[in-house]
C-alpha cells in the first residue's frame, strides 16, 4: 500500500464546501439585515451593503442604474425608510434617500457583493451568485457610498 506524501494536493472534494461556506457567510449578512429591519441599527452600528445592479431581480431607479451600471454600495445608517426582508423571496427592499429624493431598492441575496459594519470593524466578501461569471474587483479606498453626504 502506497503512502502519500504529507505535501500532495488533497483530492478534489465531492462535497461543495466553497459553496457552503459562502452560503454561510452570505447567512451572516442577511441576518444582521434582518436584525436592522424588526429592531432598527442598535447603537453605532451601522452597514456597508455592494450588490450588483444587474444582477437578476436587482431594481433600483434608472438614475441609479445609469450611475451605477454594475455595482453600488449603500450606507443603512440614517437615511433610510422601510426596510423588509422577504426570505421567501430571497431579497431584502429599502428606501433610501439620494439627494433628499427617496430611492426603492430591491436587493436579491444573491446580488450582495460585500457586507461591511465599520462600527465594530466587521466585513465579508463573496461572489454574487447567479452571475454568469464571478465577480472579483477591488474597490478603491477613496469611493464613496452612493449615499455618503
Excluded at 67 to 78: A, G
Excluded at 116 to 127: I, N
Excluded at 136 to 147: I, S
Amino acid at each position: 500500500m502506497a503512502r502519500m506524501s504529507d505535501d500532495a494536493a488533497p483530492p478534489e472534494s465531492l462535497l461543495p464546501y466553497d459553496v457552503w461556506a459562502e452560503e454561510a457567510l452570505r447567512e451572516v449578512a442577511i441576518r444582521a439585515i434582518e436584525s436592522a429591519a424588526a429592531d432598527g441599527l442598535p447603537g453605532e452600528h451601522h452597514f456597508y451593503l455592494t450588490f450588483r445592479t444587474d444582477h437578476p431581480g436587482t431594481s433600483v431607479p434608472g438614475h441609479l442604474k445609469a450611475r451605477y451600471p454594475q455595482e453600488i454600495t449603500i450606507v443603512l445608517q440614517h437615511q433610510f425608510e422601510d426596510l423588509r426582508v422577504d426570505r421567501a423571496a430571497g431579497r431584502f427592499e429599502v428606501t433610501l434617500f439620494f439627494g433628499g429624493v427617496p430611492s426603492r431598492l430591491v436587493v436579491p441575496f444573491g446580488a450582495l457583493t460585500m457586507f461591511h459594519d465599520p462600527h465594530v470593524r466587521f466585513g465579508l466578501r463573496f461572489p454574487a451568485l447567479g452571475m454568469s461569471q464571478p465577480v472579483m474587483e477591488d474597490v478603491p479606498e477613496e469611493e464613496t457610498p452612493a449615499d455618503a453626504p
